[in-house]
């Protein structure tokens, strides 16, 4: 039986009938879709309340952050990429079976989801130390791990996502033992299928972070893929330069960030081979 929390983050719930800001959204035909509430604003994406009952709109802001967003940007055109990206890993994901809450995509900026209790926890998977896990364990970035390698944070920007052992999760109530092990399993059917996606184009999946959702079909319960995945969320290395094409461009002061992201939706078949972030609008492959 559905219940009312549709989203949840840093352990708070958020209800669709809160009084939120109202917008108008547009079909990838030009549509008007019905006025719409606002459910929850986070640093890269808003959720709106869904044209039918169980569904959200999904909007990709140009926002970057970085360092629990002590730093901030507006970079043009991010919102654009990260949209269609994680429309090309969610649909690829779904059809090996991986079950997600993509449904489609309506516009440059938006897609449509199915509503989800997101679990409180950040899924991280690691295939080389960097970024954190280099500093804590005093590695070099880029050491190849002996197997991957599947940790968790809590989500709650006021303690900095702080990592969490399973003992926490299970005696806190964030998630059962078996939806434990099911998240882990999950986790490591993404990081089999992107890994090789990646390395097909010349990318190293050097790890990535995905969270979890909990739906119900009739009386029955069972975990999604939620939120997004993209250049934001994964660490992405070039195979032969190790030139990065993720946001640690951003959190590093590397370069440009849509020059990185635009790479890698281009070796994708996401973007034409031919088109710059110098456009003034990404030119996408439908």
């Not at 970035?141 to 926490?168: C, M, Q």
Request: hydrophobic fraction near 40%; glycine fraction near 8%; charge should be negative.
């Amino acid at each position: 039986m559905p219940i009312p929390v549709l989203a949840r983050k840093g352990g708070l719930h958020y209800d669709a009938h809160i009084s939120s800001p109202i917008g108008v959204a547009r079909t990838g035909q030009g549509v008007s879709m019905a006025r719409r509430k606002k459910i929850y604003e986070g640093k890269a994406k808003v959720l709106y309340e869904g044209p039918e009952p169980g569904t959200f709109v999904q909007y990709f802001k140009d926002d970057a952050t970085a360092f629990n967003a002590e730093k901030k940007e507006v970079i043009e055109g991010k919102g654009v990429l990260n949209n269609r990206l994680s429309e090309f890993f969610m649909t690829g994901l779904g059809n090996l079976g991986v079950p997600t809450h993509f449904i489609k995509r309506l516009n440059m900026r938006e897609q449509l989801i199915r509503q989800a209790e997101i679990i409180p926890l950040e899924v991280i998977v690691r295939n080389f130390a960097a970024g954190t896990m280099a500093k804590r364990m005093g590695m070099e970035e880029g050491t190849a791990l002996p197997r991957p390698v599947v940790e968790f944070s809590y989500k709650d920007d006021s303690l900095g996502d702080p990592l969490v052992p399973e003992e926490y999760i299970i005696a806190f109530g964030w998630a059962s033992q078996q939806e434990m092990d099911d998240i882990v399993s999950l986790a490591l059917r993404v990081n089999d299928w992107m890994s090789g996606v990646m390395y097909g184009v010349g990318i190293k999946l050097v790890d990535f972070k995905i969270e979890i959702g909990r739906v119900w079909d009739n009386d029955f319960q069972r975990l999604i893929l939620a939120d997004e995945i993209s250049p934001d969320s994964c660490r992405l290395w070039d195979i032969e330069t190790g030139q990065k094409l993720d946001k640690d461009v951003f959190r590093r002061d590397l370069g440009n960030l849509t020059d990185a992201y635009t790479e890698v939706a281009k070796r994708l078949g996401v973007m034409p081979s031919n088109v710059t972030h110098a456009a003034a609008k990404p030119t996408l492959i439908n």
